[in-house]
């Protein structure tokens, strides 16, 4: 054995053991990274990966979610190997750490398990690659859990892209339903079913219609508590996470919507300039509370991520306009740019055509 970690993994702490395979004292469940590995148990999830090399992301998300869903069964202590237990199995407990929402996976492995862990480029560049969000979705497949199909009403770049953003990182199935704003579709008779308020989004969830944002956003991670998004319920880190979910959809977010639509603010016309540069001055300052709170972060709760971030990005986003954009703040930026290359990020930004500078 070379070393142990715990990660926080489906509500738990998971001790993982890593080191030679062959080393498993066979108890538990084994993750079999060696080609050549002479040992089989039966509980052994099969990553074959040559010395040196790193794991296909298909074949990595298939362990991924084989673990997981090994895991939710029982308590099981769990080994993960490969010849001398640097390399390969530290890029696997990477990958783990990356499920656990940790920031910095490869650095974090290096720190708690072995200092030489992950060994070649392409080792840590398959876990920087790796999305949670279809491990998840692989993992729902593999416990047989039949996930409900989502619809997400939408504009792109409006307040539906942090959800957007949210469904992509649950690797749940959705449906994306565009409402044009251009033709005022969000004030038709049939969106104001939905919505009586004539805002996006809209998510429908089975028979449930929920509107405002940060409660869709509480729904989901309540709805996914496998994907870690939001801390413990009673925890302290939870109780931060309301926090930051209140602040920013009670005071951020109303600050931009007064500088997009300052006309909502004044009866005299003359007002709405001084209405817009105020909402800007006062955004500039909400942004310089968060940047020190940000601090060293990485994210607002820590070492890991949750779906405050999402929302903190997208704000961030919003704020490209601005004439000090929040993200060339440091602590904003660096938050910025780690999160606009996790894939679910990506993936929003490309399917709603929204392309950088943002940073
Ligand atoms: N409190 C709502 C506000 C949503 C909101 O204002 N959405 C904007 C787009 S970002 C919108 O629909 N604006 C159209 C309008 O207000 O007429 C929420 O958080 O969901």
Redesign the pocket.
Known sequence: MNGAVTLRLLGEDRRITGGPFDSWDGLGIGVCLDPGARLRPSATIDLPVEDYTAPTQEALVGALAALLAAWRQGDAVVHVGCRAGFGRTGTFIAALARMAGHADPVGWTRRCYNGEAVETAAQAASVAALDPGAVWAAYRTAIGEEAGMYALYY?PD??STFIHMLLRELGVPFELRLVD?KSDA?NSAEYLRLNPL????VLVDGDLVL????AIALHLVDRHPECGLAPPVGSAERAHFYKWMMYL?NTL?PEH?KRA?PHRHVTNPDAVEDVRATAFRRLDGMFDFIEAELGAGPYLLGDTVSAADFFLLMLVMWGSRMARRPASLPAIGAHATRMLVRPAVAATLAAEGLSPPFV
């Open positions: 504009y409006n307040a704003r969000h004539g805002q996006i989004p509107t405002e944002t940060a959809t977010q919507l639509y």
